[in-house]
């Protein structure tokens, strides 16, 4: 079954105990999800493409605005995007495993695992190519957990400071910005969810 013959689920039937899901035969599957991107970004202009980019930007909400929101978007959306609104509100919206404060990013600085993989770089660089020997191995973490007090008094101290590049201070101000904005309502969530989507998704006309 295409994403034209699937019915449109409606907030109606989402948001109360009657919620019906999507015809088992015609699970949202990740191939299908792939291909619905790959559709939208043959024509970087088509406005399904611009209604995917703020669906999207959804976790820059604070969480009790997230069912509201995705209701309003939910009533907007086109046939071919029911199995993609349908998704994202099973997984995310309703997820019996991630509460919604679990993935909202609001108001939050850091909001990847940059961190953690720049740290795990350093370590690899550190310990050599190929093959560890597991004692080494033990060795260089017990180095790494001895710096750990240390490292916590610096930052809690103000001595030791993240690096952030100066592309990146521009885009955290321009969000923060957006976040500020929204928080004096000088703009509404969708306003919000564009601002985001514009500074972290790829260019629309």
Request: contains cysteine.
């Amino acid at each position: 079954m295409g994403f034209g013959e699937v019915n449109k689920l409606h907030t109606g039937s989402r948001g109360g105990d009657n919620y019906e899901t999507v015809n088992e035969e015609s699970p949202v599957t990740k191939s299908s999800m792939c291909h619905l991107s790959l559709n939208l970004r043959d024509d970087a202009t088509n406005e399904r493409f611009k209604f995917v980019l703020k669906l999207l930007a959804l976790p820059f909400l604070p969480p009790e605005h997230f069912q509201e929101t995705f209701e309003r978007l939910d009533d907007r959306a086109s046939e071919a995007l029911a199995p993609v609104m349908d998704y994202v509100y099973r997984t995310w919206i309703r997820s019996p495993v991630f509460e919604i404060h679990h993935w909202s990013v609001f108001m939050t600085a850091i909001r990847t695992n940059n961190d953690v993989e720049g740290w795990h770089n350093k370590l690899n660089t550190g310990v050599a190519t190929g093959a560890v020997p597991f004692y080494h191995l033990v060795s260089v973490l017990y180095v790494e957990a001895s710096d750990i007090s240390l490292g916590m008094k610096m930052v809690s101290e103000g001595k030791m400071q993240r690096y952030q590049r100066k592309k990146t201070r521009q885009m955290e101000g321009r969000v923060f910005s957006l976040w500020q904005q929204y928080c004096e309502r000088t703009i509404n969530a969708s306003q919000l969810l564009q601002g985001c989507a514009s500074i972290y998704g790829p260019p629309v006309h």
